[in-house]
């Protein structure tokens, strides 16, 4: 396969459902894109602007004070503790990560990436640009032999799902059988709403509870994008393994993947400040307890969803029949047929979305009920 055998890119077919929702006398509420839209912390802009005599190149590897800073926050945050600066590196945001991983590691034809059944299309893509087989399972039995990349998501996009220690234990064993690279897609982690997730952090698949303190084979994926407002400046890093960090890094550097300098910068305030992860994580939590209830009002059923920033929703036909329904009210939504094969009565609800859309959105949806 190459570029140009890619599909078009879904997000297209939706275009008409958004031209009908704008038509609504009160305006369109876009709740299809989980792209942040409330300001990028001081602290965090304040260290771009410092930054901004940027007249060398970057490191690819990060800078020093770069890979403490996620050293120490997967210790503070993630309860991860062990890891050096040679365990992690900088990222172009983590989709970039995502869909080249598979480049990244050497795979090919007679490969299999495996990533889970809800995913979003990244790594599918990212396994058919290099010849791979994807693979959509969520069960480990049924990872089969050659398998060569296994991707996990949790909290996961689409559907909010949590990993926890148990099940992240057995994927971790299971790789290793199969001699797998084992990668776990986290950026949502810092928002975990239901269950356990409410009082208590979203396990890391580098916890040491998971792995018993041996990362080999195993990366985590983080982006700032969602927790800090980041989504512009492309920030994200991979910690685990330093065998595979090392290849990566070597691979990277031939391809002139770097994370601009004063992006670098601005990912150590980042890091640094818990003080605005706390507050946009209680907008989050505002917007979903406002629209949630509506939207079960609406009847739909809200699957999984305990954490990350969409609600996994259906009404019991087929998605893009929902969205027409949402269009009528000036409501766009994520139709599920985007998330893999095995989901197309379900669509996605984001909280990207400020607080007086979110509000109105409630409003349509339990007006539409009544009417």
Request: hydrophobic content about 40%; glycine content about 10%; some cysteine.
């Amino acid at each position: 396969m190459s570029v140009r055998d890619l599909a078009d890119y879904p997000w297209d077919a939706v275009a008409p459902y958004a031209q009908r929702a704008r038509q609504h006398p009160g305006g369109i509420v876009d709740l299809s894109i989980g792209s942040p839209v409330d300001p990028t912390p001081d602290v965090v802009a304040d260290a771009l602007r410092r930054a901004t005599d940027a007249h060398a190149y970057p490191q690819t590897v990060g800078t020093p004070a770069l890979r403490e800073a996620i050293v120490a926050w997967y210790a503070r945050r993630r309860g991860v503790t062990g890891l050096t600066p040679s365990h992690v590196v900088p990222t172009v945001g983590s989709k970039e990560l995502v869909a080249l991983l598979p480049l990244l590691l050497g795979l090919g034809p007679d490969d299999t990436v495996v990533h889970p059944r809800a995913a979003y299309p990244s790594y599918e893509v990212g396994a058919r640009l290099v010849g791979a087989a994807p693979l959509a399972s969520d069960d480990p039995d049924e990872w089969p032999v050659g398998t060569r990349l296994v991707w996990l998501n949790t909290p996961g996009n689409p559907d909010g799902g949590v990993l926890g220690v148990t099940d992240l234990r057995r994927a971790v064993e299971r790789a290793r059988e199969l001699g797998a690279v084992l990668a776990s897609d986290e950026c949502y982690a810092e928002l975990g709403w239901d269950g356990p997730w409410a009082d208590a952090a979203v396990p890391s698949i580098l916890d040491p509870s998971v792995t018993d303190g041996d990362v080999a084979g195993v990366v985590s994926v983080y982006s700032l994008s969602k927790q800090s407002n980041l989504a512009g400046y492309r920030a994200a890093f991979l910690a685990g393994d330093p065998a595979l960090v090392e290849r990566l890094v070597t691979a990277r550097k031939h391809l002139g993947l770097m994370v601009p300098g004063p992006v670098q910068a601005a990912m150590i305030a980042a890091l640094g400040d818990d003080a605005h992860v706390e507050h946009q994580r209680e907008l989050y939590r505002s917007r979903r307890n406002t629209l949630k209830p509506a939207v079960e009002a609406a009847g739909f059923r809200i699957d999984r969803s305990e954490a990350g920033l969409y609600l996994w929703a259906t009404a019991g036909e087929d998605a893009w029949d929902s969205l027409g329904r949402l269009s009528e009210l000036g409501i766009l939504a994520g139709p599920g047929h985007f998330y893999g094969t095995h989901f197309p009565q379900h669509v996605r609800f984001s909280l990207t979305a400020t607080d007086e859309r979110i509000a109105e959105a409630a409003r349509r949806l339990r007006a539409s009920v009544s009417s």
